[in-house]
């Protein structure tokens, strides 16, 4: 390692609290080296706090501003950040929400988390622009449907909970109904609309299994097999755009 990259090593050891090995490079004509430490350590907490706050704006809705940025202090110093971007940041905090004894009580919380961050991590995908081939599939030979695979759009994700979290973040950021049932099961599909808006589609346990059998590559005559019902659910997925080509499982 060279010496640059051990004082910055020192140095980001130092904003996390271990500052013996970093004070002695620190120097200020006004102020102690301690003092001035703690001010990029202040800067760097709050600045992983405010990624956090924007990442989980319902959960921080939910908890109230005083416990998320005490919870978001302790994750920063927990969790530090490995990489130079703070895009990928935060993927733990659900999970680490979940764990603290003052949350045992709430025990949507993790969930309400972990659907935020799937959110902002379908906002990154790529802008679907293929649509359902209607004609194309119409013209399909009777034999070809026995290896037809349906294919989902590329800019959706799926997401389950055994936790409303849908409507528990509607109603902390959009004004929804209040939640009664904590133990409703959540069935969604994650679409990213053009405008970047991320759009969290309700589905039922039926349609959800039959569009991650497809998102799995597993062949619809396969799917139908196992839930006759699953030809009901097409019409749906592919007017809602989670449909958007076929393939073959013979290419």
């Given at each position: 390692?060279?010496?640059?990259?051990?004082?910055?090593?020192?140095?980001?050891?130092?904003?996390?609290?271990?500052?013996?090995?970093?004070?002695?490079?620190?120097?200020?004509?006004?102020?102690?080296?301690?003092?001035?430490l703690?001010?990029?350590?202040?800067?760097?907490?709050?600045?992983?706090?405010?990624?956090l706050?924007?990442s989980?704006?319902?959960v921080?809705?939910?908890?109230?501003?005083a416990f998320?940025?005490?919870?978001?202090?302790?994750?920063?110093?927990?969790?530090?950040?490995?990489?130079?971007?703070?895009?990928?940041?935060?993927a733990?905090?659900?999970?680490?929400?979940?764990g603290?004894?003052?949350?045992?009580e709430?025990s949507?919380?993790?969930?309400?988390?972990?659907?935020?961050?799937?959110?902002?991590?379908?906002?990154?995908?790529?802008?679907?622009?293929r649509?359902?081939?209607?004609?194309?599939?119409?013209?399909?030979?009777?034999?070809?449907?026995?290896?037809?695979?349906?294919?989902?759009?590329?800019?959706?994700l799926?997401?389950?909970?055994l936790?409303?979290?849908?409507?528990?973040?509607?109603?902390?950021?959009?004004?929804?109904?209040?939640?009664?049932?904590?133990?409703?099961?959540?069935?969604?599909?994650?679409?990213?609309?053009?405008d970047?808006?991320?759009?969290?589609?309700?589905?039922?346990?039926?349609?959800?299994?039959?569009?991650d059998?497809?998102r799995?590559?597993?062949?619809?005559?396969?799917?139908?097999?196992?839930?006759?019902?699953a030809?009901?659910?097409l019409?749906r997925?592919?007017?809602?755009?989670?449909?958007?080509?076929?393939?073959?499982?013979?290419?």
């Amino acid at each position: 390692m060279s010496e640059l990259a051990h004082r910055q090593q020192q140095f980001a050891e130092g904003l996390l609290g271990q500052s013996e090995a970093i004070l002695p490079h620190v120097h200020s004509r006004l102020f102690p080296a301690d003092a001035v430490l703690q001010v990029y350590r202040n800067h760097f907490i709050l600045s992983l706090g405010e990624v956090l706050a924007g990442s989980y704006p319902a959960v921080k809705a939910m908890v109230g501003e005083a416990f998320f940025d005490a919870a978001a202090r302790g994750f920063v110093l927990a969790e530090p950040l490995c990489e130079g971007s703070v895009m990928h940041y935060g993927a733990g905090f659900g999970d680490w929400l979940a764990g603290l004894p003052t949350t045992s009580e709430l025990s949507w919380l993790g969930e309400l988390a972990r659907f935020e961050w799937a959110l902002e991590r379908t906002s990154l995908l790529a802008p679907e622009v293929r649509h359902w081939p209607a004609e194309r599939v119409a013209a399909l030979p009777p034999a070809a449907w026995q290896t037809l695979v349906l294919i989902p759009a590329c800019d959706l994700l799926l997401f389950d909970s055994l936790r409303p979290v849908e409507a528990l973040w509607q109603m902390a950021l959009h004004q929804g109904e209040v939640v009664h049932d904590l133990a409703a099961p959540t069935w969604l599909a994650l679409k990213k609309q053009p405008d970047c808006r991320v759009l969290p589609l309700r589905l039922s346990e039926g349609e959800w299994r039959l569009l991650d059998g497809c998102r799995q590559g597993i062949a619809l005559s396969t799917l139908l097999a196992q839930d006759p019902q699953a030809a009901e659910y097409l019409t749906r997925l592919v007017t809602l755009g989670l449909l958007v080509d076929v393939t073959s499982t013979l290419e």
